[in-house]
């Protein structure tokens, strides 16, 4: 990542003006582990085992030149006024090439068909032009004024609003092959859509102008030391979230991901809408795989609805501050509802009256394989979440309790829920088939982490200063067997909890990490600096667990983890040079 800034700021009576230019220059590319090698996916107990290399090669190159000007002033000791304004011209180049890694698929049956894992039952494959080049501005402006009544009371009330010319990628055009198979057989799905919201005209999406978001807060000192605040504030937020999605629309199309069923092994003659398994199919080769998926393949259509609305939240906290001694402690409750929020539905593919999964295009069809596509996703903004958290945490600012030794320290407890309605589990943009039989119901998040720091002068040690990081978490819940749409009343929301281990608390955390840095600055020279850290990360070498099999508690393999979500032990040396 490369960063560049100018600042100029200037100063005038009650006025001061900070103008601001910067570049910025970031990429993202992640490649697969293992190139040229296949990857083989083998379902067994709603568990997926993989080997082979990873999915994708995507290399996302983000260019910004960003103008900012704020201009605060103070008026008469009551009242500071801040106004501002941002341009941000944004330009894209993204390499997007998802599933070019073929990914074959394997089960003992599929459908009632037994297939004994001799032959996958399907190949998902990514090919065509991956490349894409886009451009985005962002326009920003505020207005805030933070009012003092009274030397006690501090009121901060604001208004900001956002724009951005290509959130909703506007002139995107439907291609007439898709037009054309969804105008057909609309009316057969098991869900059928309004064509003049899902038909992209190229000017049918309008800029969304309406993103004021209002903020207010306050904090009022209980005593006349302020040694006691309570404080709060609720404000309206907009998420940028569009932009990435509504690319995929368009690349879906340029470089669509091909889906091949295969027929059972021991077949002479493939099913409607499969192909007979050959074992020069198991290849990595994009010659052999590009004559499979184009002449036996499907790819899947976006829709983006015309109507989309932008995801919004609103948040709130309230708390209560106070300073005994040299610390400082707060306890703070912390809300969040978010509304509107997009979400990818199965059109081809719905429920059955009673709720059970699943009905397709036909009786014994769920994808278009036979009329040009595997499926035609689209677009809601039928997802909510709730979020509510209490938050208590303790700070002791680093001084010096005399010439040779000072410290600081901070601790943070917090206990959260999350639920979510519309999707599975917060974070997914899919709601398989559909947002509409997912009720609200609890996230799979953790509820408790802990996390302290602290910084201190090692006495004798010639200015060493010791520091750290210590986090541990209840771990996060898991959902038993699969929802009851898919696998019947065998299932239990949040079911399955991680195992607690011993760490501060005996038996109290399923996730546990430690960081310690030794840090040493030498005398300033000349005006040049100079400090050297040594830091070890997860110093125990904690083993945090994840990728657990929650889907048959009789399973011998139920509970038990595949993966670890935290890095090994390592040490790393560093210094810092300041001219």
Known sequence: MTVAQLKYNRYSGAWLNEAKVDYSRFRRNPS?????????????????????????????????????????????????????????????DVLKGNDETPRFAYRDTVSGVAYDFRNPYELKYGTGNALLNKSNNEIGAYLQDDWSPTPRLTINLGIRWDFETRMMN??????????????????????PLDLNRYISTGNSRKPFYGAFQPRIGFSY??????????????????????????????????????????????????GPGQVLWQDS?????????????????????????????VPKSRQWNVGIRRVVGDYAVSVTYAGVRGVDQLTLNWANIGLNPDGSCCVGFAPTDFHLDRHGFSNFIYS????KTWYDALQVQVDRPYHRSNEKFGWGAGLAVTYATRSVQGVDNLGDLFAFPNTVNIPKHPANDEKGRVVLNWIMDVPYAAGVQFSGLIT?????????????????????RGGFTPRQYGFIIPGGYAYRNVDLRLRKDFPNISGTTLGVTVDLFNAFNYQNFGCFDTGNPSSANYG?????????RRLQVGAEYGF
Request: proline share 6%; charged share 20%; hydrophobic share 30%.
């Open 380 to 383: 809601t903004n039928d997802t």
């Open 560 to 568: 038990k983890a595949s993966c670890l979500v935290s890095d090994p």
């Open 281 to 309: 199919y198991l290849t990595a080769n994009k010659a052999t795989l590009d004559n499979l998926a184009h002449t036996q393949g499907v790819p899947e259509a976006w829709l983006i609805d015309k109507d989309a609305k």
């Open 472 to 492: 541990a978490g209840t771990g996060n819940r898991q959902d038993v067997g699969c929802p009851v749409r898919f696998c019947g009343a065998a299932y239990v």
């Open 32 to 92: 697969p582990n293992e190139p040229g090698v296949a990857a083989r996916v083998y379902s067994y107990n709603n568990t997926d085992n993989a080997i082979g290399s990873n999915l994708s090669s995507q290399d996302f190159i983000q260019k910004r030149l960003g103008l900012r000007d704020d201009l605060t002033y103070q008026a008469g000791g009551k009242h500071v006024f801040k106004m501002g304004a941002s341009f941000d011209f944004v330009k894209y």
């Open 221 to 270: 000192a209980l005593d006349q030391d302020n040694k006691t605040t309570i404080f709060g504030g609720f404000g309206i937020y907009y998420d940028r979230s569009l932009f990435d999605i509504s690319v995929d629309e368009t690349l879906k199309l340029t470089h669509p991901t091909f889906t091949i069923n295969f027929a059972p092994p021991g077949s002479t003659t493939p």
């Open 170 to 191: 506007y002139d995107y055009v439907t291609p007439q092959t898709v037009i054309d198979t969804l105008t057909r057989y609309n009316d057969s799905l098991p869900t």
